[in-house]
């Protein structure tokens, strides 16, 4: 029989034994007891920036914290991707992802994470493809017309994107492989920087995110050629896929940004987090408007989620080899 003596030594060395256990091993229970932070490699108003701001007021009251987004733009998205790899695996730290997470690896010589390795998937938030767009008042009418001018013209025309590595810059380099055609890529920081930089005729052309261009398309302000996606987006319905307008040669593509957290977080703080995301994004008052806007809703399980980061990372490696893709 146990002395109280003996059972207040056993409870304190079982507790010291706890404290030194990993974060997956330890009991979550009192998981959040502080603000959570979100990591945005991007600056504030970009597609990912959007759905963390609308998913993380709900999420933070869910949990019954705050949910904090941090901006941590530059260097197409790696110093924030690098900074949420050396955080803590403990629940508090999280990490908004697009195309360049996993398409990084592939462009950049010297990389300090890896999308696998480093961090665990948690849950897909939206998918969109790009639209192939030109300023209305161009001379460039149809996708057949800018080939021909582009083939004229060999480094004649410039293309614009939202940076290295971006789903617009991938589409540019997928367009000249498979048309068969020279362009200059110009590189700029933002979406608007893209659209400005068509209505101010210092580029003949983009490929920028659906979502984004759709508004503006329907104003008139820019005409739209093409689209990335498998099938025409409802949106516009009358706009052809690259699939259909350029055989062969043609492609589909598209950006998922999701969420992921440092390798080794633990798996119920995990399924709690892809669980309470998904019901917010199933919510209509989150999901009706994102849709109109021109998102498809990701959402799925972390394993779904993982095998797709798997999948887009092994298909941007691809597209970089069979396109040469240079960082300018």
């Known amino acids: 029989m146990q002395t109280p003596r003996r059972r207040t030594l056993l409870a304190a060395v079982g507790a010291a034994a706890s404290a030194l256990l990993p974060g997956a091993a330890r009991s979550q229970s009192a998981w959040p007891g502080r603000p959570i932070r979100v990591i945005v490699p991007f600056p504030p108003g970009i597609p990912l920036d959007v759905i963390l701001r609308t998913v993380g007021p709900r999420l933070g009251t869910v949990l019954g914290q705050p949910v904090v987004i941090e901006n941590r733009p530059g260097a197409g998205g790696n110093i924030g991707f690098e900074a949420a790899a050396r955080s803590p695996n403990d629940g508090y730290t999280l990490l908004g992802t697009s195309s360049n997470f996993v398409a990084n690896p592939s462009l950049f010589a010297k990389i300090s994470y890896d999308p696998q390795k480093d961090f665990t998937p948690v ?8 639209v192939l767009v030109v ?13 021909a001018r582009a083939r004229a013209k ?43 930089s068509l209505l101010s005729k210092q580029t003949d052309y983009a490929f920028p995110v659906f979502a984004t261009a759709l508004t503006h398309v329907k104003a008139g302000k820019f005409r739209a050629l093409a689209v990335t996606s498998q099938k025409r987006m409802p949106q ?62 990701a959402g799925a399980t972390s394993g779904e989620f993982g095998a797709r980061l798997v999948r887009d990372q092994a298909k941007y490696a691809d597209i970089v080899k069979r396109t040469g893709m240079k960082i300018d």
């Not at 300023?135 to 080939?147: E, G, K, V, W």
Request: glycine fraction near 12%; aromatic fraction near 4%; charge should be negative.
């Open 135 to 147: 300023a209305a008042d161009s001379p460039i009418t149809s996708l057949a017309d800018l080939i």
């Open 154 to 196: 060999p480094g004649g025309l410039a293309f614009a994107s939202g940076g290295n590595g971006s789903l617009a810059h991938f589409a540019g380099e997928l367009f000249k492989t498979g048309a068969g055609v020279d362009a200059l890529h110009t590189p700029y920081k933002s979406a608007p920087d893209i659209l400005n």
């Open 236 to 297: 516009l319905p009358d706009v052809p896929t690259m699939l259909e307008l350029l055989k062969p040669g043609g492609f589909d593509l598209e950006s998922e940004n999701g969420l992921v957290a440092p390798a080794g977080t633990p798996a119920d703080i995990v399924a709690r987090l892809n669980a309470e995301i998904g019901r917010i994004l199933r919510d209509p008052a989150v999901a009706d408007p994102m849709v109109a806007a021109g998102y498809e809703m």
């Open 123 to 130: 849950i897909g938030l939206i998918r969109t493809p790009s």
